[in-house]
């Protein structure tokens, strides 16, 4: 009897044995698998930002969404990811785009690759209210046909500014100030560094404080030049052509009569400006009725959300993206530049606008206002 006690115990335990090695133990921590993101070769995953990790680890890349971080603040660039997109091939072709929150910035730039789906991330007015802008710092998205799309965080917007009050780094300046001087830094950047840029408003209104903050980006890029790592070739005064974009215009103010008030008001404010806001876009070739008399690169699109437009949203966006297209490329040597150099040359820039003498002279004079 006792025997076969012993070979059953035996049998027990060796059954034991066996079902440990088969599942795993209640204590083992379980291994979660990162989801991949749908993204151009090079972008990043989806992280939550933390203190002291790398830029790869905090980039935000979100689903279905094929941009990546090209630059973040404190003055981070993404270099690793950004050279893993650009070719070495000759030439280059970069659209940026500047307003303020809410205009369209991220959809517009959108529609200028084939699936505008997949390119930046769209933000809802709720998600605003409740997370602040989308944007930040910029973005960077490389198209099919080799067009370089800059996606930049709002200008003048007061979310900016909370979030750099959040992490208290705003360099010892009055938060009004810091959130002006952040504005024109990256203007004037993206002036010094695209082709041709996009100003984007809500409807045929242009707020005059965006218009001013054009004026002085313009006056202050001065000595800040194109390709600063092309030293015999270095142009102080390359301006790109701006487009102007009235975004989500309702039918009652999709008018000759509107579109022209804008076309003058905008043709009398850059009369003596270096910014080439004329020669480039007519949207007269698009709605043969909406011929101005100033020319000025001007585009009114439909607010789509409309049931009754006068031309769709999507045959007026087409055309916007295929006239800017047609831009010019630079020439000579700088038109060869191929997108890595184009990407490297970038970089210097920003740094020498931050640098920048004239910029630090108008920032003395506007601390000595504030003062008194």
Same mark, same amino acid.
């Given at each position: 009897?006792?025997?076969?006690?012993?070979? /059953?115990?035996?049998?027990?335990?060796?059954?034991?044995? =066996?079902?440990?090695?088969?599942?795993?133990?209640?204590?083992?921590?379980?291994?979660?698998?990162?989801?991949?993101?749908?993204?151009?070769?090079?972008?990043?995953?989806?992280?939550?930002?933390?203190?002291?990790?790398?830029?790869?680890?905090?980039?935000?890349?979100?689903?279905?969404?094929?941009?990546?971080?090209?630059?973040?603040?404190? =003055?981070?660039?993404?270099?690793d990811?950004?050279?893993?997109?650009?070719?070495?091939?000759?030439?280059?072709?970069?659209?940026?785009?500047? #307003?303020?929150? #809410?205009?369209?910035?991220?959809?517009? +730039?959108?529609?200028?690759?084939?699936?505008?789906?997949?390119?930046?991330?769209?933000?809802?007015?709720?998600?605003?209210?409740?997370? #602040?802008?989308?944007?930040?710092?910029?973005?960077?998205?490389?198209?099919?046909?080799?067009?370089?799309?800059?996606?930049?965080?709002p200008? +003048?917007?007061?979310?900016?500014?909370?979030?750099?009050?959040?992490?208290?780094?705003?360099?010892g300046?009055?938060?009004d100030?810091?959130?002006?001087?952040?504005?024109?830094?990256?203007?004037?950047?993206?002036?010094s560094?695209? =082709?041709?840029?996009?100003?984007?408003?809500?409807?045929p209104?242009?707020?005059?404080?965006l218009?001013? +903050? +054009?004026?002085?980006?313009?006056?202050?890029?001065?000595?800040?030049?194109?390709?600063?790592?092309?030293?015999?070739?270095?142009?102080?005064?390359?301006?790109?052509?701006?487009?102007?974009?009235s975004n989500?215009?309702?039918?009652?103010?999709?008018?000759?009569?509107?579109?022209?008030?804008?076309?003058?008001?905008?043709g009398?404010?850059?009369?003596?400006?270096?910014?080439r806001?004329?020669?480039?876009t007519?949207?007269?070739?698009?709605?043969?009725?909406?011929?101005?008399?100033?020319?000025?690169?001007?585009?009114?699109?439909?607010?789509?959300?409309?049931?009754?437009?006068v031309?769709?949203?999507?045959?007026?966006?087409?055309?916007l993206?295929?006239?800017?297209?047609?831009?010019?490329?630079?020439?000579?040597r700088?038109?060869?530049?191929?997108?890595?150099?184009?990407?490297?040359?970038?970089?210097?820039?920003? /740094?020498?606008?931050r640098?920048?003498?004239?910029?630090?002279?108008?920032?003395?004079?506007?601390?000595?206002?504030?003062?008194?």
């Open positions: 009897m006792s025997d076969k006690r012993s070979k /059953e115990f035996d049998r027990r335990r060796d059954r034991r044995k =066996n079902d440990s090695t088969n599942t795993p133990s209640f204590l083992q921590a379980p291994i979660i698998l990162d989801r991949r993101e749908c993204s151009e070769p090079g972008s990043t995953s989806h992280e939550p930002e933390k203190p002291k990790k790398s830029f790869a680890q905090i980039s935000d890349i979100d689903a279905h969404c094929s941009y990546i971080p090209f630059m973040r603040r404190p =003055n981070k660039f993404n270099t990811a950004i050279l893993k997109m650009l070719t070495d091939y000759p030439g280059h072709f970069a659209i940026g785009v500047i #307003g303020k929150q #809410g205009v369209g910035k991220s959809t517009i +730039l959108s529609h200028f690759a084939p699936n505008s789906k997949q390119v930046f991330p769209i933000q809802e007015v709720n998600q605003y209210l409740y997370q #602040g802008h989308k944007t930040e710092g910029i973005d960077i998205h490389v198209t099919p046909e080799r067009a370089i799309l800059l996606d930049t965080e200008i +003048l917007d007061w979310t900016v500014l909370d979030k750099a009050l959040r992490t208290g780094n705003l360099g300046l009055h938060p100030l810091w959130l002006e001087m952040e504005n024109l830094y990256n203007i004037i950047f993206i002036m560094v695209c =082709n041709v840029v996009l100003v984007l408003a809500d409807g209104e242009y707020d005059i404080d218009l001013r +903050l +054009l004026q002085r980006a313009a006056m202050l890029k001065f000595n800040i030049p194109d390709f600063p790592l092309l030293e015999s070739q270095q142009d102080m005064n390359y301006y790109p052509d701006i487009v102007f974009v989500k215009c309702r039918k009652e103010e999709f008018t000759l009569e509107k579109y022209s008030r804008l076309d003058a008001i905008l009398s404010f850059f009369q003596e400006s270096q910014l806001t004329k020669g480039l007519r949207f007269s070739e698009v709605l043969p009725l909406f011929e101005s008399d100033n020319n000025s690169n001007l585009f009114f699109l439909p607010d789509w959300s409309e049931k009754t437009q031309e769709s949203f999507d045959v007026l966006v087409c055309a993206r295929n006239q800017v297209f047609t831009a010019p490329r630079r020439s000579g700088k038109g060869q530049v191929s997108e890595k150099d184009w990407y490297r040359n970038a970089v210097r820039v920003y /740094e020498l606008v640098k920048s003498e004239y910029i630090l002279e108008y920032l003395q004079v506007l601390r000595k206002l504030k003062d008194s």
